[in-house]
Every structure is written in structure tokens, then in C-alpha cells.
């Protein structure tokens, strides 16, 4: 099937893949508003965010799910399409969770397809009477992107299935992952279409569409935008083996909420996120954030609920308790054991039914009064994957029930074909357990409506022949791998591996009293009745909401190419330190204070030689040189490295050990600060640093001077973040009377004196001169790290004293990440030009080594 949203899939997979051409339409979406009363341009589909007022806007979500929650077919009379709304869809019954004023706008595609003659007029149709916007996919494109990445590559990987051969699933397949990128473009482009960027929040579902987010934030930074994902998110062990992991985890990261079900799916992300991006969470009053160059992205943990009206409502069917009764009569006399699963691969059917076997053979009572009632789902797919589990499920079947059954009793009962809802609810309200024995799943609401059902209802009551009054009881048997495991307290969690264990908790399920099955059936229906998908629905925008209340107050630029695009945020007042700006103000200035850290500032980080290049060495001599000037090197570095790598500078000061010495020149002697004369918590130190280095492999312990530092940075992150965390509170705990200082930096554990900070020495220079007669009028200050962070609030603390006459401050950060100070350069190459800049305006003059001294003996 041709479209006219989208282009030639065959042209987009033979080119480059991030090379894709914005989607030629000759009309885009009809009488599609942005604003109320404003109708765009039918010809343009691009809006920025300039582009709209949202003076008199109505709130909006706009919801993107792969399919729209839309039911199609065509009136073989008139030859016209009738669309009806699926009541029955999870993305319909969210709606319930936001207020009656609240416009929900749907992206999506439709699971019919569309003739291209028709597409226009179904697209205004599904506009006008459902708030609906199509997406039309071409059916070669839907069948790689749907069929093929998604269903082929990316589903079996997060159910944790590994195409170890080409016998046991699909191996990579670039074109398809094109495809899957091509498809989200074309989802992207109709959001944009309607979105209002200021106003709008747009929530993203599931698997199908991880990069679209890139796409809107590309074209929106500022784009109020969740993404939730209803499957499991696999360990970083399997996540890892996929080949375009950074380019779907960039997607992810460019929204500003991720939901998840399950903690251990938001864990496995995250350690996806340190392992793969460096980036670490923390937890924000509650709340779990990854700065993500500037922008909190912020991790919702919070399971789906059910929509208790739409199952209410189906108890309440006459053809339902017609059921119930035909059920009740059917099988009087026996117990029933439901389970209600898809026919696929990871929903264990087949060792649910060896494990009923085994409890018919330990148990021979229960034989003739045990009935499993397995009703299996239509496949969703038709792989030989399907067909050997059906195979083996219809053999195992018949095995039990040729063994064990009797013209009178069939053990086992399968329903293979489709079932009604009211047929289902029936089968619940009957059922004395339900087990649910999947190997892996994202969430699995079976048990939540087993629970609903068992609650019944009064024509329930009736249909079975019992009180209103009357206990109600209900027991679930739980895989300890499905979503919905951790909510249900009360159930009986197994490993649906173990079949003797999956039998033994059958056993205990049916012949459990009544008075605990009732206890547990209680807690369950609390939960399940109170945490419903308005309840979801609701959690999940008021968290999305809070995570976006921030974007406005900073600036915002976007950086990188195609999918490895991500914006930046940071404070409104940070911006770039320019030669153009700095000069003039250099030049008016007469006593100047300057302050350098040294890696990662005046020498790259990643540089191996850590000397300093003649450029550095120039241009800090011609500073050094000006009588007006004060420069120092404040680094962590010890003092014999410093003292090799900068001898050429023979008037710069120099602070090493973050302090602990300094010297004013090269000629004169280096000085310990009288804070840290006692340093005997070394010797309690040092074994237990060498304790940890000997349990994790890739750390090494760092012996300076003053300081004892613990690195992990060539360690498995995972175990060398959890050790560095222990022994962070080891030594916290043995050092707490001690003169010691524990602290934590980016791979570190340092322990170094109490008052020893780069902070301490800028305070104490800039005082110095101040004691001296000569207070500064113009400061530099440029770092790179959480240390240099100290100095920039120390020097913005002590110029502020009425003691100093104001100086102007140029506090600078190396990276644009979040920092005290209000100016950024982007690396240490940047450093060097603004010092040769500044050199450039130096009035140097060689002059006899200085004078003056800086005593600790006067810091203290």
C-alpha cells in the first residue's frame, strides 16, 4: 500500500540512515488546530515554538501508541469505513485518569489499511469524531518495522531470548532497524503536526517507538515529553548484545519522564545508563533523577491498573451469570485452576501443565475432583516458535488427560479460539485459583481481574448461589518474573522453571483455608481497586508535569547529529566566556587575581602526557610576567609532579594537594597548611583501602602526601560504585573522630585533612593581597571539576565581602554541564586561547622573582 505521509521505504534504506528526508505530503492532516480557532496552513506541517499562543489554550495530552485504540471495517453496502472506539484499549481507558476538560488528542496507525485514495478523508473522519490523527504506513515499511525489528529483534531481546543461531531467532538486520527508524520519523512527524510545544504534553507508549523522542526534542527542546514501557527492560548483560543499544537509550534519555513497572526494569535501565553513558542517579526528594547534560530525566516506577467500570459493567451481563451457571454446573463437584495466556513462547503454558501433571500424580486424591482450565489467546504472530509451543501444549495436554481422565473427567481443558469477555469474567468468578506461569512478562493483568471477579458482584452472587455477605476468597499462583509479581503481596510467587515447586504451590493455593484465602483475597482487591489505570494514568501526568516545570527557567540548545542528537539545559545567566568579552575588562583592571585548575583545564583529561605544551607554558609565563597579575595552578595534583611539568613558569604559584602545599614562586620553598599537622588516620586508613583494592578488581589506592585516594574507574561499574558507596561508610565510620575528611568524587573515594580545599586557597590569596594593599579588581577562576566548584564559591563568597572593593568575577566551568559559576568554555583548548587572549592584552615585564610571600602561618 502506497501513502502520501511517508516516503519510498526502498530509497531511505539504501542511503545513509540518519539521512532521513522530511516526509513529502501534499497536504498535511486537514482542519488539524494548534491553537483553538486557528487553523494552520494545510500545506505546511512545521511549527515552532514561536508559532502558537497559548493564551486561550485547552489543556492537551496527546497520547502515541503504535496502534490507535480504534476499531475499523468497511460497510459492505455503502463501501465506507466505520470506526468504532475499542473499549477494551488500555490507551482509551487512561482518559479516565484526567480531568473532563482535558482534550486527548491519538497518534497512531490503524490495523486496517488505508487505500492512499482514501486516506484524506478517513484522516478528517478519525479527527472529527475521536480526537484520532493516522498514521499511514506503507506496507513494506510496516512489515520491517512491526514484524521485523519489533517483533523480531527487539521483543525476544527484552524478554531476555538471544539469537544464539539462526535456528533460535532473528540476527540483526540493519534494513529492519532503518525501518524502525523511518517509522518513528513518520509517528513524529504527525505529533508535530498537531502539537502545541508550549502547552502540550505528549506521552509516549511502548517499545515501538524508543526514538521518536529524539525527533521531537530535535524540533522542540523545550517538548513536555513521557515515555512509558509496558514490556520488561532486559539486565545490561542482554541489552548490551544489541548493536544500536546508544541510539535507543539517547531516545529514551531525550524524554523527561521514563515509566517502567517494576523497579528491577527502571534498575536494569539504569544500569544500562552507567554503563554505557557514564551517567549515575540519584534520588531527589523521592524522586529518581539522571542528569542528562543539564536536564533531569526523571524514572516513574508504578505497575498499570485495570479499568474496574468496563469490568464491572461485563459481570453485569445476563449472558454472564447465564455463564457462571453452566460453568457452576458443568464442573460441580471439582475444583477449577484458570490460567488465561497468549499463545507464545514466554508464557510457560506448557510448564504450567507438567506441573499440574505432577500434582496429579503426588496428589491421587485430586484426580477426578481437579480441573485446569487453560484458555489460550490467538497468537499474535505465526513463527515456528508458535507452532512448536502449540504442538507441545496440545501433546502435553493430551498425555494428562489420557492418563489421568476418565470418560466423565478431562484434567485438563483447553480452549483454544477466541473468548468473550463476559465468557472470561465467567471463568474468573469461578475459578477457586488462577495461576499465571510466565517465564518472562512486562506486566500480565490476569491476576488484577481474577481479583475483581472473585469480589463478584449481587447477580453474581446470585448466579453462583451465595450471600451477599458472604467471605469472598480468591489465590493466585504468580510467576516471580511477571510485572505484576511485586504488587501482589499476598500471592504465591514461583519459579515457573521448577515444576515441582509450581505443583507444591497449586497443592497449597486449593487447599488453603478459607479464612487466609480470605485475608489474601483483602489485601489484593485493596490494591488492585485503588490502583486502577485512572490511578496510573493520573501518577503518571503529575509526574510529568512536575519533571517539566523547570523548562523555561533555563536556556536550552541542541547539540550532536541524527540520532545522537540531546539538549543541553542550564542556567539562564550561563553562558559562553569570550575573548571579546574578558579582554576589556582585563584591560581596565589593574591588580588581578588568577586562578587555573590544571587537568581537564590548562591539560586535556584524556591526554596521556600530562606535561603542558609550549602554547600553555607561553602564555602562562606572559601572565605571569605582567606586574599586575597573580596567576596560580590549584590542582589535586602532588607537588613533585607539578613542580616538573610547570619548571619553565618560574613566577607562578602553585597549590598542589588541593592546597595542603603552596608556594608563591619557583624560588620559593613550599608550605604546609598548619589544618593538617596531624595525618596518623593515614595508618587506619590505607589497610582498608587495600582491603577493598584486593576485593574489586580494576581499583587501585593513590598514596599522596596529605591524602589517600581509592580509584575505581577501571572496575565493573556496578560492583565499583556499590563498593566505593561500603567503603565511603566504612570510613565515615572509623574516621569520625579523627581530623579527616571522607568524600566521594566521579571514580574516587578521597580522604584527605579537615579545612584543606581549593576553596581555602583561593580565599586565603585573595586576602593576602587584600593585607598586602593591593586588592584585587579583576578575578579569573577556571576548573573543570566538583572540586573547582569549591573555588568558585569561595572566591564569589570573599569578593563579597566589604572588606574588597567589588571586583568583576569570572567564575568559568570547562564542559556545559550545571555549575556555580556563570561562565562555560567548551574544553581545555578553549582555556589555552582565552589565556593566550589574554596574554595578547598583558603588559608583561621581566622583573626579579616577586617579593612577596604567602605564609600559611596567616591562613589559619
Not at 579582554?583 to 585548575?597: E, G, Q, T
Amino acid at each position: 500500500m502506497d501513502s502520501r505521509s511517508c516516503v519510498n521505504f526502498a530509497s531511505l534504506a539504501s542511503g545513509n540512515l540518519l539521512d532521513i528526508p522530511q516526509i513529502p505530503s501534499p497536504r498535511a492532516l486537514p482542519r488539524v488546530m494548534t491553537t483553538p480557532g486557528v487553523i494552520p496552513d494545510v500545506d505546511g506541517c512545521r511549527f515552532n515554538d514561536a508559532d502558537s499562543d497559548s493564551s486561550a489554550s485547552r489543556e492537551r495530552k496527546i497520547i502515541v501508541t503504535n496502534m490507535l485504540p480504534i476499531n475499523a471495517q468497511k460497510d459492505l453496502e455503502t463501501n465506507k469505513w466505520v470506526f468504532t472506539r475499542d473499549e477494551d484499549s488500555l490507551y482509551l481507558q487512561l482518559r479516565d485518569g484526567f480531568s473532563p476538560e482535558t482534550e486527548v488528542i491519538y497518534v497512531g496507525s490503524l490495523k486496517v489499511e488505508v487505500d492512499v485514495s482514501e486516506q484524506d478523508e478517513v484522516a478528517q473522519q478519525l479527527m472529527d469524531n475521536f480526537k484520532c490523527v493516522p498514521t499511514y504506513l506503507p506496507h513494506d515499511l510496516h512489515k520491517k518495522f512491526y514484524h521485523g525489528f519489533c517483533k523480531q529483534q527487539l521483543w525476544p531481546l527484552f524478554h531476555y531470548m538471544l539469537p544464539m543461531s539462526p535456528d533460535h531467532g532473528e540476527r540483526f538486520d540493519r534494513v529492519l532497524w532503518k525501518a524502525y527508524v523511518s517509522a518513528n520519523k513518520i509517528f513524529a512527524d504527525k505529533v508535530m503536526e498537531v502539537v502545541n510545544p508550549e502547552d502540550d504534553y505528549i506521552w509516549v507508549h511502548d517499545y515501538h517507538l524508543m526514538v521518536l523522542p529524539t525527533f521531537l526534542r530535535k524540533h522542540f527542546n523545550r517538548v513536555k515529553l513521557g515515555f512509558f514501557l509496558h514490556s520488561p527492560f532486559p539486565s545490561s548483560e542482554i541489552y548490551r548484545t544489541l548493536p544500536v543499544r546508544n541510539e535507543i537509550l539517547r531516545g529514551l534519555l531525550n524524554c523527561d519522564l521514563i515509566g517502567f513497572h517494576t523497579f528491577d526494569y527502571a534498575r536494569h535501565f539504569l544500569s544500562c545508563c552507567s554503563r554505557m553513558m557514564g551517567l549515575y542517579y540519584e534520588s531527589k526528594r523521592g524522586h529518581i533523577g539522571l542528569d542528562y547534560s543539564g536536564r533531569t530525566v526523571f524514572i516513574k516506577i508504578l505497575p498499570v491498573g485495570i479499568h474496574l467500570g468496563r469490568l464491572e459493567s461485563v459481570l453485569s451481563l445476563p449472558s454472564t451469570y447465564t455463564k457462571i451457571k453452566e460453568i457452576q454446573e458443568k464442573y460441580k463437584g471439582k475444583k477449577v485452576i484458570l490460567g488465561i495466556d497468549d499463545m507464545d513462547i514466554f508464557k510457560g503454558i506448557s510448564l504450567k501443565l507438567l506441573a499440574f501433571e505432577q500434582l496429579l500424580q503426588q496428589h491421587q486424591e485430586l484426580q477426578g475432583n481437579l480441573v485446569l482450565i487453560q484458555i489460550v489467546n490467538p497468537a499474535r504472530s505465526s513463527g515456528k516458535d508458535v507452532q512448536e509451543v502449540k504442538r507441545e501444549t496440545y501433546s502435553t495436554a493430551t498425555r494428562i488427560n489420557e492418563m489421568y481422565g476418565s470418560p466423565d473427567y478431562e484434567p485438563v481443558v483447553l480452549i483454544d479460539r477466541h473468548v468473550a469477555r463476559y465468557e472470561k469474567s465467567a471463568y474468573y468468578a469461578m475459578a477457586e485459583c488462577c495461576i499465571v506461569n510466565a517465564v518472562r512478562d512486562g506486566m500480565n493483568l490476569v491476576p488484577y481481574k481474577y481479583i475483581i471477579c472473585r469480589n463478584g458482584s449481587p447477580h453474581i452472587d446470585e448466579a453462583k448461589g451465595v450471600k451477599q455477605d458472604s467471605p469472598r476468597t480468591s489465590m493466585l499462583v504468580v510467576s516471580e518474573f511477571i510485572g505484576c509479581s511485586p504488587s501482589l503481596s499476598g500471592a504465591i510467587r514461583v519459579n515457573p522453571w521448577d515444576i515441582d515447586s509450581v505443583a507444591e504451590a497449586m497443592y497449597t493455593a486449593i487447599t488453603m483455608p478459607d479464612n487466609e484465602r480470605q485475608m489474601r483475597h483483602e489485601k489484593h482487591y485493596r490494591y488492585v481497586s485503588s490502583h486502577d489505570v485512572a490511578y496510573w494514568a493520573r501518577s503518571f501526568l503529575q509526574d510529568l508535569e512536575r519533571a517539566c516545570k523547570d523548562h523555561y527557567s533555563k536556556r536550552c540548545w541542541g547539540i550532536g547529529f541524527g540520532l545522537g542528537f540531546r539538549v543541553v539545559s542550564l542556567s539562564p545567566s550561563f553562558r559562553k566566556l569570550s575573548i571579546d568579552y574578558i579582554v576589556p575588562p582585563y584591560k581596565r583592571s589593574s591588580r588581578r587575581a588568577i586562578f587555573l585548575d590544571y587537568d581537564g583545564t590548562v591539560v586535556p583529561q584524556s591526554s596521556i602526557n600530562k606535561c603542558p605544551t609550549p602554547e600553555v607554558i607561553r602564555a602562562i609565563n606572559t601572565l605571569c610576567n605582567d606586574p599586575n597579575n597573580t596567576v596560580f595552578i590549584v590542582s589535586g595534583r602532588g607537588k613533585s609532579s607539578l613542580s616538573e611539568w610547570l619548571a619553565p613558569c618560574e613566577r607562578l604559584g602553585i597549590a598542589a594537594e588541593h592546597g595542603y602545599f603552596i608556594r608563591w614562586s619557583k624560588i620559593s620553598d613550599w608550605e604546609r597548611s598548619p589544618l593538617a599537622i596531624d595525618l596518623e588516620w593515614k595508618e587506619i586508613v590505607e589497610p582498608i583501602m587495600k582491603l577493598y583494592t584486593e576485593s574489586t578488581d580494576g581499583s587501585y589506592v593513590e598514596t599522596k602526601e596529605s591524602a589517600l585516594v581509592w580509584h575505581h574507574q577501571d572496575a565493573d561499574p556496578d560492583f565499583g560504585s556499590c563498593q566505593a558507596k561500603e567503603l565511603l561508610d566504612h570510613l565515615e565510620k572509623v574516621l569520625a573522630n579523627e581530623p579527616a575528611l571522607v568524600k566521594r568524587g566521579q571514580y574516587i573515594v578521597e580522604v584527605k585533612p579537615q579545612g584543606i580545599s581549593k576553596g581555602l586557597v583561593a580565599e586565603k590569596v585573595l586576602s593576602t593581597m587584600v593585607s598586602s594593599g593591593k586588592p584585587p579588581d579583576f578575578v579569573v577562576c577556571i576548573g573543570d571539576d566538583k572540586s573547582d566548584e569549591d573555588m568558585f564559591e569561595s572566591i564569589l563568597r570573599t569578593v563579597a565581602s566589604p572588606s574588597i572593593p567589588a571586583p568583576e568575577v569570572f567564575a568559568c566551568t570547562v564542559g556545559r554541564k550545571p555549575s556555580k559559576a556563570k561562565f562555560y568554555l567548551d574544553d581545555s583548548a578553549e582555556v589555552v586561547k582565552l589565556l593566550q587572549g589574554l596574554a595578547n592584552a598583558s603588559s608583561p615585564k621581566p622583573t626579579p622573582s616577586p617579593h612577596v610571600k604567602v605564609s600559611f602561618d596567616n591562613f589559619v
